[in-house]
């Protein structure tokens, strides 16, 4: 008999979770404003608000942390991390900063004029907010076969190569960088393609505009394409990160995600001018070049993370625990951005609560109703994270609307996923019962998904 799948580790220390009732859930919600940023999270029993910053480190990387130099300058630390970087992008600068938001603003401080537009396959939320504030404009160029919730393609992160030369067509000499973002987490943690890597770096270099790599999850956007793109079937995880940096100009990185660490980022690039220029924002936004917001140990623990993500063991586990989810999903029927991400299951709101007007906003709905069934607290990528367009300030509904459930790495059991499925597939029984969504009582002006109030209409 074949032998079945299971991890490729072992669990060494174990932290506690704890159950609560749906009157308790119900107070707690309405005391965070139907926001589920604004719970504690000792009122959530399995926590998918994200994969960001929330894995468990292995053993290796607890030691390496023990070991951190804690130098103002020159740390052992920080050339252990940039080694490593080094050697899996290719890139010899490096500036290390506390997360992947810092590294867009660093980077983007130096590089972002107002007035400049900045095209990227679905800008993650801090990097477009990045680009607003300094008064720039993010223009999607993604593929249109993302917006197709049921259309099962390989490479649904892609850039529409049609769409992107448009913009650079139409705004020449004023395109500082085109972000290239893998996974594309905004339309479902969805990979890009080798080849789509290929032709937009070509693209973009055609017109004289550099390349940034948004590379959060650049090693499950690796495993992805060896699994599924011709060619690469024999090639090592690392083989492929290397060959994926290759083509671009520079990387802004969130360490929380595939650097398996619980804070960090960095910067990394071969353009000496784009360091230089960094260099004199890292300073004063983040601290000196060889720290730049990270401690020595954790610098330390990064370089053993980004080593053992690059394997293929670790993604494998991790990806398929996503997948085992997406099929207990399909056989309730519950719909959700297909085929499954690579970090998370963005189930499509619009298509479960379909009473309730996207102006009531369904996907938060949705994560509302999921919280109070079963104490699970997923996030939702949709109308409200859109936030408003700049200019005209009305609401962006011309997106998907996803309630995101996002899976941590090396944290929770199938038995976990078991339970969220069969949480989900109660709200999905009454979805037809669900009539009425939620208002914004307040917002923020930016970003205003992390504080916004909301309230629940009878
Ligand atoms: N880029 C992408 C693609 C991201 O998903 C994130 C964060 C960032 C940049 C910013 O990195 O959080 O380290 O400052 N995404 C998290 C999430 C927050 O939940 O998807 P950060």
Redesign the pocket.
């Known amino acids: 008999m074949e032998l079945p799948f299971a991890e490729a580790w072992k669990i060494k220390m174990v932290e506690p979770i704890k159950k609560s009732t749906r009157e308790e859930r119900e107070k707690w919600l309405a005391e965070a404003h139907n926001n589920i940023f604004m719970l504690k999270s000792e009122q959530v029993y399995i926590d998918l608000?994200?994969?960001?910053?929330t894995g468990a480190m292995s053993d290796r990387q607890w030691s390496a942390l023990m070991m951190g130099d804690e130098s103002y300058s020159g740390a052992r630390s920080f050339f252990e991390l940039k080694n490593m970087i080094t050697k899996l992008t290719g890139f010899k600068n490096v500036i290390p900063t506390h997360?992947?938001?810092?590294a867009?603003n660093v980077l983007f401080s130096y590089l972002v004029k107002p007035g400049n537009i900045i095209p990227g396959n679905a800008h993650?939320d801090?990097?477009k907010g990045h680009i607003e504030s300094r008064k720039a404009f993010a223009i999607d160029v993604t593929t249109d076969e993302a917006k197709d919730t049921q259309l099962e393609v390989p490479f649904k992160g892609n850039v529409s190569l049609e769409k992107l030369e448009k913009v650079l067509k139409e705004n020449k000499g004023n395109v500082p960088f085109m972000v290239l973002?893998v996974t594309n987490?905004?339309v479902g943690g969805q990979p890009v393609s080798m080849k789509n890597i290929r032709e937009t770096a070509e693209l973009c270099h055609k017109y004289d505009v550099p390349v940034v790599m948004?590379s959060?999850?650049f090693a499950e956007n690796a495993y992805f394409i060896k699994t599924r793109e011709k060619g690469f079937e024999n090639k090592t995880i690392k083989e492929i990160a290397k060959e994926m940096f290759s083509y671009v100009d520079g990387m802004?990185m969130?360490?929380?995600?595939d650097g398996l660490v619980n804070m960090g980022?960095f910067i990394a690039t071969n353009k000496d001018e784009w360091y230089e220029g960094a260099k004199l924002f890292c300073i004063p936004f983040e601290g000196f070049l060889t720290y730049g917001g990270m401690n020595g140990r954790d610098m330390a623990a990064l370089a053993v993370g980004l080593d053992e993500n690059t394997e293929f063991d670790m993604l494998d586990t991790r990806i398929q625990q996503v997948q085992y989810l997406a099929k207990k999903l399909d056989e309730y029927g519950i719909p959700y951005q297909r085929p499954a991400g690579g970090h998370a299951i963005f189930v499509d709101a619009d298509k479960v609560l379909t009473h309730v007007p996207k102006e009531e906003f369904p996907a938060q709905t949705l994560t509302c109703e999921l919280y109070l069934e079963a104490g699970i607290r997923a996030?939702e990528i949709g109308y409200i994270l859109a936030d408003r367009d700049p200019v005209t300030r009305e609401n962006r509904f011309g997106g998907l609307d996803f309630v995101r459930l996002?899976i941590p790495r090396r944290v929770y059991t199938n038995n976990h996923m078991d339970v969220i499925a069969a949480a989900l597939k109660n709200v999905y029984d009454r979805r037809e019962s669900i009539k009425h969504g939620v208002r914004i009582t307040w917002e923020a002006e930016l970003m205003r998904h992390f504080t916004v109030q909301l309230e629940r209409i009878k």
């Not at 608000?49 to 910053?53: E, P, V």
């Not at 969130?254 to 995600?257: H, L, M, V």
Request: with cysteine; aromatic share 4%.
């Open positions: 608000l994200t994969d960001s910053g997360q992947g938001r810092a867009e993650f801090t990097t973002t987490n905004t948004d959060a999850r802004t969130s360490a929380k995600k980022g996030c996002c």
